[in-house]
């Protein structure tokens, strides 16, 4: 990697905080049922507490002043969980944004939906458009849903469409590049994760962002996703401001 293209690629990915805070964290909100299962209590009440941490998440990382934070909601394969859980799910969608976008707008929270849409419950897709219709002028924290999302099928999605191009002669294959590829994803406009948080223990990405992951840092908490409480947020934070990032390049301890 030339000095140059290594330049670029630092300044793309590199947190825009001084403070060393990382610009965009991701969370695999994982663990709600086995915290539900190991008090003897059915699965939706692990997803019911997960709810009223996705609260103290939020408002904590507005707080601190990063400007990203996309949470993984709900998988395009979730769907073939029980009929009861999903439908329970959706309930609880519902309730987050009908109680919570005023509080959000008031916090100057802005939420954007990534996912396909195809298919969705017409209730379900006009109050997702609803949430990001009504902070579309905020300018603080914007909080990405990941809903009806899956890596593999977002690059799909976007390789179709370049496809299409090239067949209606926009574009030449030879000439596609990466950042195409980017401008076509779910996240276009956004950056890439600089953290991806993971709870319950479990060390995969699960189909999240796996184009966007490429130089991100990782953080595996331990405890499920109703324990991940703003201390554990900042533990992993302060985590991530002791990682050097070399994107592919050598570190400053083998460069000098």
Not at 33 to 38: F, I, K, Q, V, Y
Request: overall charge negative; some cysteine; glycine content about 8%.
């Amino acid at each position: 990697m030339t000095a140059t293209v290594q330049e670029e690629t630092q300044d793309r990915y590199a947190p825009a905080d001084p403070s060393g805070l990382p610009r965009h964290v991701a969370i695999i909100m994982d663990g709600n049922g086995r915290w539900a299962a190991l008090r003897g209590l059915p699965r939706t009440e692990g997803h019911r507490n997960g709810v009223k941490t996705v609260r103290q998440i939020v408002r904590r990382a507005g707080e601190l002043g990063i400007q990203y934070l996309t949470l993984f909601a709900f998988s395009s394969e979730n769907w073939s969980r029980p009929h009861a859980e999903v439908k329970f799910l959706m309930g609880l969608l519902r309730a987050y944004v009908r109680s919570d976008l005023k509080d959000l707008r008031e916090s100057n929270v802005r939420i954007r939906v990534i996912g396909s849409r195809d298919g969705l419950d017409p209730g379900i897709l006009s109050l997702l458009e609803q949430a990001e219709q009504g902070t579309a002028d905020c300018t603080g924290l914007e909080l990405v849903l990941a809903f009806n999302y899956g890596a593999r099928d977002e690059m799909v999605r976007a390789v179709r469409q370049l496809s299409l191009e090239v067949a209606r002669g926009g574009k030449q294959p030879e000439e596609i590049t990466s950042a195409d590829i980017e401008s076509h994803l779910d996240t276009a406009g956004l950056p890439d994760p600089d953290l991806i948080i993971r709870t319950s223990g479990e060390q995969r990405l699960s189909n999240f962002l796996l184009w966007q992951a490429a130089y991100a840092e990782f953080y595996f908490a331990p405890m499920h996703w109703p324990d991940f409480d703003c201390s554990a947020f900042e533990e992993a934070l302060s985590c991530f401001k002791n990682r050097e990032r070399r994107f592919g390049g050598v570190g400053a301890a083998v460069s000098t």
